[in-house]
């Protein structure tokens, strides 16, 4: 007889080696080219199910990033919304949506982030978008205020996942006679070398504009500031505008009053076109076009 110790011996049970399959949950597909509609999701599963899926994340900080994502494109297709409102809103009652276009381009660029030289997060700055003939007829009409409106999106998000572009954000549309109409594709790319052809600026207070370089801009009393404030409540080094990829960042300097961006106080805050600055009493407009 085999010693069983302490520990009452235990019979061999039966074993199940086919356990019950578990449901899995339904993934969203994405098409190449990119489709407008249902050609760019899978049947019969609602936009929606995409971010179902956080749930099966391995980390909170992972799902935080999810998070930050899905409220990043939220808030840019409500702004993609409001624009294509008034005159545009007739050429875009069917076909591409400019809203697809915009998600398209923010997943792009965090498929393709990468880590540079310094250890700094870098994204895509370069994008060529290719569209249907039918599609890049529509576009037209509001390309200026459509690639402003995207670049802006992309800085903000950028900003919101700590990430970096190396130069400035480029985004062109083309025709291509071999794509279906409500089909496009992105073709994302690295470039230090874009630069903005168009003037970054400032309108102040008095109704005049200061044109920005890309050295850093100091605000303040002191009369030595590129931007000097006659106000008592603006202290003598209250911020500084700094160049940060292809827009300015504001810097609070450790003023007494604190600088704001739409009315609420900041640190430090990369802008985007529109942004009311505040220092004491005074307002000015950031303007990057």
Do not use: W
């Not at 083309?174 to 630069?195: H, I, K, N």
């Not at 102040?204 to 008592?232: C, F, H, M």
């Not at 990829?245 to 985007?272: C, F, H, M, P, W």
């Amino acid at each position: 007889m085999r010693e069983e110790g302490l520990e009452p011996s235990r019979l061999l049970r039966h074993r199940n080696l086919n356990p019950a399959r578990l449901p899995i949950p339904p993934l969203a597909l994405s098409g190449t080219p990119e489709g407008s509609g249902s050609h760019s999701r899978a049947r019969g599963v609602s936009e929606s199910a995409v971010f179902l899926t956080t749930s099966f994340l391995p980390t909170s900080d992972s799902r935080r990033e999810v998070v930050c994502e899905v409220m990043a494109l939220r808030e840019f297709e409500d702004r993609l919304e409001r624009m294509v409102e008034g005159i545009f809103s007739r050429a875009f009652k069917s076909g591409l949506q400019p809203v697809e276009v915009g998600r398209k381009l923010i997943r792009e660029v965090d498929a393709n982030r990468s880590i540079d030289v310094r250890g700094r997060r870098t994204a895509p700055n370069k994008f060529s978008i290719r569209l249907a003939l039918e599609d890049h007829e529509r576009f037209y009409s509001i390309q200026e205020s459509l690639i402003r409106e995207l670049a802006g999106s992309l800085r903000e998000h950028a900003q919101e996942q700590d990430l970096f572009f190396l130069g400035h954000v480029s985004i062109t549309f083309q025709a291509d006679p071999e794509l279906r109409e409500g089909t496009f594709r992105v073709m994302p790319s690295f470039d230090e070398s874009t630069e903005s052809s168009s003037p970054v600026f400032l309108e102040l207070p008095d109704g005049s504009e200061l044109t920005l370089g890309r050295e850093a801009a100091t605000i303040g009393r002191l009369t030595e500031s590129t931007i000097v404030l006659n106000d008592p409540n603006a202290s003598r080094r209250h911020a500084e505008l700094q160049p940060d990829g292809d827009s300015y960042a504001l810097v609070d300097l450790g003023s007494t009053n604190g600088s704001r961006v739409n009315g609420i106080k900041i640190e430090r805050q990369v802008l985007r076109d529109g942004d009311e600055l505040t220092f004491g009493t005074l307002n000015m407009t950031f303007r990057l076009l």
